[in-house]
C-alpha cells in the first residue's frame, strides 16, 4: 500500500496550493482520508478529513474557510485546495487513512501514511 502525495512548493503568502494524495494498493473506497501536517520542531497536527462518501468533512479552526478537501473515489485519490495561505501553514503535509467512515483527529487511528510534501509560504 502506498500513499504518494504531490504539489506542494513555495509560495507566497496569499497564494494559493492544490496537494493530491494517489493511493496504489489500496482502493479508498470505505476509508476516511485525512490530511495532517508537521512544522519543525512541532508534533504532527491534524488539518483536515472526509469520510469516504464524501458526507462529512472536518478542518482544524485554523484552516476553516481557506483549506478544501476532496476525494475521487474513481481515481482514488484526495485533495486538499489550500488558498490563502499564510505563513504559518509551512509545514510538510502527509495524507493518511483509515478503514472508517467516521472523520477522526488522533493520528495514531490513521494506519496508512504518505511521505509527506513541503509546503512553504513565505512572508
Known amino acids: 500500500v502506498q500513499l504518494v502525495e504531490s504539489g506542494g512548493g513555495l509560495v507566497q503568502a496569499g497564494g494559493s496550493l492544490r496537494l493530491s494524495c494517489a493511493a496504489s494498493?489500496?482502493?479508498?473506497?470505505?476509508?476516511?482520508e485525512a490530511w495532517f501536517r508537521q512544522a519543525p520542531g512541532t508534533e504532527r497536527e491534524f488539518v483536515a478529513a472526509?469520510?469516504?462518501?464524501?458526507?462529512?468533512?472536518d478542518y482544524t479552526d485554523s484552516v476553516k474557510g481557506r483549506f478544501t478537501i476532496s476525494r475521487d473515489n474513481a481515481k482514488n485519490t484526495v485533495y486538499l485546495q489550500m488558498n490563502s495561505l499564510k505563513f504559518e501553514d509551512t509545514a510538510v503535509y502527509y495524507c493518511?487513512?483509515?478503514?472508517?467512515?467516521?472523520?477522526?483527529?488522533?493520528?495514531?487511528?490513521?494506519?496508512?501514511w504518505g511521505q509527506g510534501t513541503q509546503v512553504t509560504v513565505s512572508s
Open positions: 493518511a487513512a483509515r478503514p472508517s467512515n467516521v472523520v477522526g483527529w488522533n493520528r495514531d487511528q490513521y494506519i496508512y
Open positions: 472526509i469520510t469516504w462518501a464524501a458526507v462529512t468533512t
Open positions: 494498493g489500496l482502493t479508498l473506497s470505505g476509508y476516511t
